[in-house]
């Protein structure tokens, strides 16, 4: 279901974060902060998101090998530029450049990341918005913790969440107590 559903406002995800915890109207404001600091979260979620996304990709993997590559063949350049007993150019340190080159080394499999962040972050948010404000945390498709994550991750109305909710420790949530 990645994709679907149609993206929202900031201002409309704030509008029905509230409907979902409906504040009372002394603490709306107080609220009303508590859903966009979650917001702002998400924002950095989702730039976290889109490169992880980007370094699975084929041609990431590609690029990486070709500068770890050129990488390698500097290393080799200004060793023998040294070894002729002349300078390297100042702006070529071979410690910068033996920096790079373990930098960029390919990942083994199992260290690729893998999993999406900003589900995970959006389901983790809402599970703490929902305590503090006293809304029903049940894991249900459609009940006030499943709709506040998907109006946090900014699609509606169907984003499959459940499996993360599933997968969601609040004793290990990151943001536990946050709000």
Same mark, same amino acid.
Request: proline share 5%; glycine share 6%.
């Given at each position: 279901?990645?994709?679907?559903?149609?993206?929202?406002?900031? =201002?409309?995800?704030?509008?029905?974060?509230?409907?979902? !915890?409906?504040?009372?109207?002394?603490?709306?404001?107080?609220?009303?902060?508590?859903?966009?600091?979650?917001?702002?979260?998400?924002?950095?979620?989702?730039?976290?998101?889109?490169?992880?996304?980007?370094?699975?990709?084929?041609?990431? *993997?590609?690029?990486?090998?070709? &500068?770890? *590559?050129?990488?390698?063949?500097?290393?080799?350049?200004?060793?023998?530029? +040294?070894?002729?007993?002349?300078?390297?150019?100042?702006?070529?340190?071979?410690?910068?450049?033996?920096?790079?080159?373990?930098?960029?080394? %390919? +990942? %083994?499999?199992? &260290?690729?990341?893998?999993?999406?962040?900003? %589900?995970?972050?959006?389901?983790?948010?809402?599970?703490?918005?929902?305590?503090? /404000?006293?809304?029903?945390?049940? !894991?249900?498709?459609?009940?006030? /913790? /499943?709709? !506040?994550?998907?109006?946090? &991750?900014?699609? !509606?109305? +169907?984003?499959?969440? &459940?499996?993360?909710?599933?997968?969601? =420790?609040?004793?290990? *949530? %990151?943001?536990?107590?946050?709000?």
């Amino acid at each position: 279901m990645r994709g679907r559903g149609r993206m929202m406002t900031r =201002e409309r995800q704030v509008k029905a974060a509230l409907e979902v !915890l409906k504040p009372s109207s002394d603490r709306r404001a107080v609220c009303r902060e508590s859903v966009e600091n979650a917001l702002g979260m998400m924002a950095m979620a989702s730039s976290s998101h889109r490169i992880r996304e980007a370094e699975r990709s084929k041609a990431y *993997s590609k690029a990486r090998r070709a &500068y770890h *590559s050129a990488a390698r063949r500097m290393r080799a350049a200004i060793v023998a530029l +040294l070894a002729t007993g002349g300078g390297a150019p100042a702006c070529l340190e071979l410690e910068r450049i033996e920096e790079a080159i373990s930098a960029s080394e %390919p +990942l %083994p499999q199992q &260290y690729r990341p893998t999993g999406s962040i900003k %589900p995970t972050w959006a389901v983790a948010l809402a599970w703490d918005l929902a305590t503090k /404000w006293g809304r029903n945390v049940t !894991l249900t498709v459609g009940g006030d /913790w /499943w709709r !506040l994550a998907a109006i946090l &991750y900014g699609r !509606l109305p +169907l984003i499959d969440l &459940y499996r993360h909710m599933l997968a969601f =420790e609040p004793e290990l *949530s %990151p943001f536990r107590g946050w709000f």
